[in-house]
């Protein structure tokens, strides 16, 4: 059954980069990876989705290595406004559900 | 503006009542969703919808409805067979039901059953 794993929290200074990787060993040939981002008491938003190798915009980068069975979201230069709980999506798992890692708790301190 | 709007933000019932969420999208969306989070937890998918007049159970189906008449409108019922009702509810749309479209979140209702 395809899964996902991504750290559960991540503490990190600003100003720094800060990188979290999410582990999907039986993505689908055909899926995409995408990472949104959620503050309290809000609904998700979208941060950057890519297929393979790397892709960026202007908040951050995702890197895929070229087996796929992982990804690495990027946030260069962090600010406190970052502290937020960060979660990958990788498609459909054989039932027809959606593959959503559990979120990592990301916390920028001062 | 388009967007999702879903409401009430807030929402509060006894125990036993059925309540009914509302969502509603003018993205000229095909596919919706419904996830519900509980405090410090991640996203689960309640029911989602592909298309008008179909939809398909999510992994905590139980205890819930909804209905798809309309392509901009995904109502959810939460009956009272849930046995824990209270969480926070997301609904999203996207462009297809495609990993690789972008799900757009509404604001959330968040819902207390006493």
């Known amino acids: 059954l395809a899964k996902t794993t991504q750290p559960i929290s991540m503490d990190s200074y600003e100003g720094q980069e800060v990188n979290i990787t999410c582990s999907h060993n039986?993505?689908?040939?055909?899926?995409?990876i995408t990472w949104y981002q959620q503050f309290p008491s809000q609904g998700p938003r979208f941060i950057i989705q890519?297929?393979?190798?790397?892709v960026t915009n202007e908040v951050a980068s995702l890197f895929i290595p070229a087996d796929r069975k992982s990804s690495t979201l990027s946030l260069p230069r962090v600010s406190l406004s970052d502290t937020a709980v960060y979660y990958c999506l990788v498609g459909f798992d054989s039932n027809y559900q959606l593959i959503w890692g559990a979120g990592t708790k990301l916390i920028i301190k001062p | 503006d388009g967007g999702i709007t879903q409401s009430p933000k807030y929402l509060f019932r006894k125990e036993g009542q059925n309540v009914t969420l509302s969502c509603e999208q003018n993205l000229n969306h095909d596919a919706m969703y419904w996830y519900r989070q509980d405090p410090g937890q991640g996203l689960r998918l309640i029911y989602y919808?592909?298309?008008?007049?179909?939809?398909q159970k999510g992994d905590i189906a139980e205890g819930y409805s909804v209905s798809r008449e309309k392509k901009e409108s995904f109502p959810l019922t939460v009956t009272s067979a849930q046995k824990n009702p209270t969480a926070f509810y997301l609904c999203?749309?996207?462009?297809?039901?495609?990993?690789?479209?972008?799900?757009?979140f509404g604001p959330g209702t968040r819902l207390t059953v006493t």
């Open positions: 999203a749309s996207s462009r297809q039901g495609r990993t690789v479209d972008e799900q757009y």
């Open positions: 890519g297929y393979k190798t790397k």
């Open positions: 039986n993505i689908a040939t055909n899926d995409y």
């Open positions: 919808s592909q298309i008008v007049n179909d939809f």
